[in-house]
């Protein structure tokens, strides 16, 4: 019943901006943890940012600085907004919840079917 969907992925030039959502269903009034991972091609998919159920933004060390999480809770809807796109950001991007955070990836049982971002030089 839980559902994630991401949306706002395309392709830009180096140094643009994008800004991707991932729409949240099922979890009702509960808190849970949403998190950010990407995946370039022929590479493991690995974590990029996250806020945590107290409010904490966290971040990979390739995007601190660029990239900044937030929410509307009015729309259910996590954001990540990625200013001074790099070639090396371009990846699918993911979102995926859990009720609690972890810092295991494979913890995370509810996935969105990702959206891609390509950055050129």
């Known amino acids: 019943q839980v559902h994630l969907m991401e949306s706002g992925g395309g392709s830009v030039q180096a140094g643009g901006a994008l800004n991707v959502s991932c729409a949240i269903s099922?979890?009702?009034?509960?808190?849970?943890?949403v998190a950010w991972f990407r995946q370039a091609s022929a590479k493991e998919r690995v974590w990029v940012a996250v806020k945590s159920t107290d409010g904490r933004p966290f971040y990979a060390e390739s995007v601190k600085g660029r990239f900044t999480v937030s929410q509307d809770n009015t729309k259910n809807t996590l954001y990540l907004q990625m200013n001074n796109l790099k070639p090396e950001d371009t990846a699918m991007y993911y979102c995926a919840a859990r009720r609690v955070c972890s810092s295991r990836q494979s913890d995370f049982n509810y996935w969105g079917q990702g959206t891609q971002v390509t950055v050129s030089s």
């Open positions: 099922g979890f009702g009034n509960s808190y849970y943890c």
